[in-house]
C-alpha cells in the first residue's frame, strides 16, 4: 500500500474514498459530478464526501504552495522509508 494502493486488498469502501482523491490530486479539471457516485455507491454520505474532499484538496494546496516557494522536505521526510 505504501506504493501503490491499486495492488493493496483494501476495501471497497477505501478504494472508493483513495480512488477519488487521486483523481481530485491529479486532475482536478476532470473531476464531475459523476465522480461522488462511486462514494456514494460505497456507502459514504454527503458529509464524509465533503471531509474527503476537504483533505485532499487541503493536502495538494499545501504541497503545491511548499513546492511553489521550495520549501525543502524536512530531514525524517527525505529519510522515511516508502
Known amino acids: 500500500m505504501k506504493?501503490?494502493?491499486r495492488n493493496a486488498e483494501i476495501k471497497l469502501?477505501?478504494?472508493?474514498?483513495l480512488d477519488?482523491?487521486?483523481?481530485?490530486?491529479?486532475?482536478?479539471?476532470d473531476m464531475t459530478e459523476a465522480d461522488l457516485a462511486p462514494l456514494r455507491?460505497?456507502?459514504?454520505d454527503d458529509r464524509a464526501i465533503l471531509d474527503i474532499n476537504q483533505t485532499a484538496a487541503y493536502y495538494a494546496y499545501v504541497n503545491?504552495?511548499?513546492?511553489?516557494?521550495?520549501v525543502a522536505l524536512d530531514e525524517y521526510a527525505r529519510n522515511a522509508p516508502a
Open 20 to 29: 477519488y482523491a487521486d483523481k481530485l490530486t491529479r486532475a482536478p479539471w
Open 3 to 5: 506504493t501503490d494502493y
Open 41 to 44: 455507491d460505497a456507502g459514504w
Open 64 to 70: 503545491r504552495v511548499a513546492d511553489g516557494l521550495g
Open 13 to 17: 469502501r477505501q478504494r472508493a474514498m
